[in-house]
Nanobody
Framework: QVQLVASGGGLVQPGGSLRLSCAASETDFYINAMGWDRQVPGKERELVAIMSSSGDIKYADSVKGRFTISRGNGKNLVYLQMNVLNSGDTAVYYC?????????????WGQGTQVTVFS
């Protein structure tokens, strides 16, 4: 198992910034990638950004140029710097880890942190 604990959500006005943090527990699994998904009520959860252990990054088109994902050096940490936030970014953000145990792959999500952009 991989336990993920996220923090950093909150209320912000349009154009503002927030930084999300997520820490993965000590685990025997190999964590291949960590990132963030988000979900609003009535919609499917969507990928926001993800970064592999080798440094490959993928962003949702809607956040490119505004959000930056980074990993903690040598630790199972992942951050999401969110700038120029708009109402479309309002959602519950979930830390996401892709891990493997030998040949078996798993996906783990944290408890979610609310981000609300309001004017």
């Amino acid at each position: 198992q991989v336990q993920l604990v996220a923090s950093g959500g909150g209320l912000v006005q349009p154009g503002g910034s927030l930084r999300l943090s997520c820490a993965a527990s000590e685990t025997d699994f190999y964590i291949n990638a960590m990132g963030w998904d988000r979900q609003v009520p009535g919609k499917e959860r969507e990928l926001v950004a993800i970064m592999s252990s080798s440094g490959d990054i993928k962003y949702a088109d809607s956040v490119k140029g505004r959000f930056t994902i980074s990993r903690g050096n040598g630790k199972n940490l992942v951050y999401l710097q969110m700038n120029v936030l708009n109402s479309g970014d309002t959602a519950v953000y979930y830390c996401h880890a892709k891990a493997s145990d030998g040949d078996v792959s798993y996906d783990f999500w944290g408890q979610g942190t609310q981000v609300t952009v309001f004017s």
